[in-house]
């Protein structure tokens, strides 16, 4: 865990001003972008736009690495490794769609 610590004002003001989280064209790439992760993984996408939300990496109550919950728990958890980060996506996209596909969803 990092080690945070409380700034005094003059550091607040002195600190370079970040681009707005809530604005998509942060990253300089828009939805739409090939290649982007909303073309990639539409079922994620629509999933985390839609109200639920992913976890991606090992905690304290799961050693998988990727997982799909929403408001009332955990619909789904991947497996405790993936080789890439790309294909966890993966993976959870296909839960995704099997979910659908037996009326979880």
């Known amino acids: 865990m990092p080690k945070?610590?409380?700034?005094?004002?003059?550091?607040y003001e002195e600190t370079p001003e970040l681009p707005d989280p809530d604005s998509r064209q942060?990253?300089?790439a828009?939805?739409?972008?090939?290649g982007s992760i909303d073309q990639r993984y539409p079922y994620l996408s629509a999933?985390?736009?839609?109200g639920g939300w992913i976890e991606i990496g090992a905690n304290e109550y799961s050693t998988s690495f990727v997982r799909i919950l929403d408001i009332g728990g955990m619909l789904w958890e991947g497996d405790d490794d993936y080789p890439s980060l790309?294909?966890?996506f993966e993976a959870a996209e296909a839960a995704l769609?099997?979910?659908e596909a037996d009326g979880w969803l």
């Open 4 to 11: 945070l610590r409380k700034i005094s004002a003059q550091e």
């Open 47 to 50: 999933w985390v736009t839609g």
């Open 26 to 28: 942060a990253s300089g």
């Open 86 to 88: 790309d294909a966890a």
């Open 30 to 34: 828009s939805p739409q972008t090939p």
């Open 97 to 99: 769609v099997q979910l």
